[in-house]
C-alpha cells in the first residue's frame, strides 16, 4: 500500500483543524441527550492511502471535513496532467451512527479558515500497516513550484 503523507505544518494544521471538529461535534451529541456510539473518535495517522500515486503531480489541495457512511475525512485533490483524483484522508471515525443522524452543522461552523490547504512539500511512500503502528520506506520528497 502507498501513503501520500503532508509535510509537517499541514499535519500540524490538519490535526488541530480535527481536534476543534471532533471537539464541536462530539459537544453537539452530548448536549442532545448523546448515544455514545455516535462519538466521533480520532483516527490517525493524517495521510491518505492509496494503491498507487501518480508519478506526476502538479497540484495537491486539502478540504474541509465530508462525511461519508462512519468517517469523518478530509478530501485531498491531486491533479495530474490528466485527470484530478480525490483521495482521503480520514480523521475521526462514527462506531454505530447512519450518516442521515449525524449532526454536522454545529461542528462546521467552529472550523478554523485554512481550508482549501495547498500542499507544495509533501512525500509519498510506501507503508506497512500492523494493528496500533506503521512502517514507511521507499519514501520519495515532492515539492512543487505552483500550489493553492
Given at each position: ?97 447512519r450518516p442521515e443522524e ?47
Open positions: 500500500m502507498k501513503t501520500l503523507i503532508p509535510h509537517k505544518d499541514a499535519l500540524a494544521s490538519l490535526t488541530n483543524a480535527a481536534r476543534t471538529f471532533i471537539s464541536s461535534y462530539n459537544k453537539s451529541i452530548s448536549a442532545n441527550g448523546g448515544d455514545r456510539t455516535k462519538f466521533a473518535i480520532p483516527a490517525f495517522p493524517l495521510w491518505a492511502f492509496a494503491q498507487d500515486f501518480p508519478e506526476k503531480i502538479i497540484r495537491i489541495s486539502i478540504q474541509g471535513p465530508r462525511l461519508e457512511e462512519k468517517a469523518f475525512y478530509f478530501p485531498l485533490y491531486i491533479q495530474t496532467d490528466m485527470k484530478v483524483i480525490e483521495q482521503k484522508i480520514i480523521f475521526a471515525r462514527i462506531p454505530d451512527a449525524v449532526p454536522l452543522e454545529q461542528a462546521l461552523k467552529t472550523m478554523p479558515e485554512i481550508f482549501p490547504l495547498g500542499q507544495r512539500v509533501f512525500r509519498t511512500a510506501d507503508v506497512l500497516l500492523e494493528r496500533n503502528g506503521w512502517q514507511v520506506y521507499n519514501e520519495r520528497w515532492f515539492k512543487l513550484t505552483n500550489s493553492d
